[in-house]
């Protein structure tokens, strides 16, 4: 199923990528035709058999494809989480090839944004809760032991975000398999951002407890719980987002931070295995459709090619490449050799060298007086 479906995407996306400076079309999922099998209906799916452990070793998208046990499949498969923050950027991978390219660079950018703003933050928080002298040595040290770890992720998060933004700009245009690629760099930048989260609120709790440390008990405790109830609601309206948008993902994050994501708003493991699920199967169906999609978009451009190749051969020219003239017509939607029968010889010409828009048309016609 998935696998198969998987195939074709690999295979199709080098198609497209070739294609889409010329044509800027989305990916084209080939689907092989002398197969008849549904992905929801292959025995032979991968998706239905337990799998004992995943790899992420590899280094393209096709070896991942390729190997039932790959993070990729792996992920397609709800019966086993694999536990690790790469999940979040999976579905990525799966996109056609220029949104891939598009959202890598913007996502990069975001990164290395956050994470030059969000120092000042962290300085702020050093200030503020630094501004009075902690009643305890023990307390001192731990506040600057944290805000010592929330400076080191935010400024890493700022030179790796930055340095992510300048690869991205340079290569995501070239490497197929660049986003793939770089799913252990954006499950770093992920847990980095977590432990500026975590971090950040520890930091905040110390310095507000040193700053209220000799106002009144009651005064301490109001403001205490005003900053424990906005970290739950935040906490919650996140746990509750990701496990009903971003299900998939959800399941397949380590199981501790599932744990404390999701336990505490009530979702246990079932609940959220049965919504991965459900989110798995419209993926899957997707990827079906669009390999449908495009077989049949593979089989009008075949038509258009194989007329083009036909009327350059008629003209002594059988070996021009037809390929720009075809990438020219599908973009303003002559995407089948019907679209061409009320064309003249002056439009076709705005696509194709003239004499090859001549034959084109003289085909056109003899196979219309053929069939009358």
């Known amino acids: 199923m998935a696998n198969r479906v998987l195939k074709h995407k690999w295979r199709a996306a080098n198609e497209a990528d070739e294609a889409e400076a010329e044509n800027g079309s989305s990916l084209n999922l080939s689907s092989d035709p002398s197969s008849g099998t549904s992905i929801r209906n292959n025995n032979n799916n991968v998706f239905s058999r337990s799998l004992r452990g995943y790899s992420s070793k590899h280094v393209s998208f096709k070896d991942a494809v390729d190997d039932p046990r790959s993070d990729l499949n792996a992920f397609l498969d709800t019966s086993k989480p ?46 503020y809760g630094s501004d009075k002298q902690f009643e305890s040595i023990m307390l ?61 609120a520890v930091s905040f709790f110390l310095g ?15 403001f205490m719980s005003i900053l424990g109830l906005a970290a739950l609601a935040i906490g919650n309206a996140t746990s509750s987002f990701l496990a009903n948008y971003m299900s998939l993902e959800a399941f397949h994050l380590p199981f501790m931070l599932k744990t ?24 899957k169906a997707r990827l079906e459709s669009e390999m449908v999609s495009s077989k049949q978009a593979q089989a009008h451009q075949d038509e258009l090619m194989d007329l083009l190749n036909t009327a350059a051969a008629a003209l002594g020219r059988s070996n021009v490449d037809t390929k720009p003239y075809v990438a020219k017509l599908q973009r303003d939607w002559y995407d089948t050799v019907e679209s061409l029968n009320d064309l003249d010889v002056d439009i076709l010409s705005k696509y194709m060298p003239r004499r090859l828009a001549q034959s084109v048309v003289t085909l056109l016609q003899k196979d219309k007086d053929g069939t009358e």
């Not at 999976?90 to 975001?110: D, F, G, K, S, V």
């Not at 962290?122 to 200030?127: D, L, T």
Request: glycine share 6%.
């Open 82 to 127: 694999i536990g690790s923050n790469m999940s979040m950027f999976l579905p990525l991978t799966l996109e056609p090839i220029p949104l891939q390219r598009e959202r890598i660079i913007m996502l990069a950018e975001a990164y290395a944004i956050y994470g030059s703003l969000f120092i000042n933050a962290v300085f702020f928080i050093w200030e």
């Open 208 to 222: 507000m407890y040193n700053r209220f440390n000799n106002i009144s008990q009651i005064q301490s405790i109001v």
């Open 140 to 200: 001192e040290q731990a506040f600057e032991g944290v805000i010592a770890i929330a400076m080191f992720s935010t400024i890493f998060t700022a030179l790796a975000g930055g340095s992510l933004w300048l690869f991205c700009i340079l290569n995501s245009a070239s490497r197929k398999d660049w986003v793939y690629g770089l799913r252990h760099w954006l499950a770093y930048m992920q847990v980095l951002q977590l432990v500026v989260y975590m971090t950040t």
């Open 260 to 283: 404390v994501l999701f336990h505490s708003i009530g979702i246990g493991g079932k609940a959220l295995k049965e919504k991965a699920t459900k989110q798995a199967e419209g993926l």
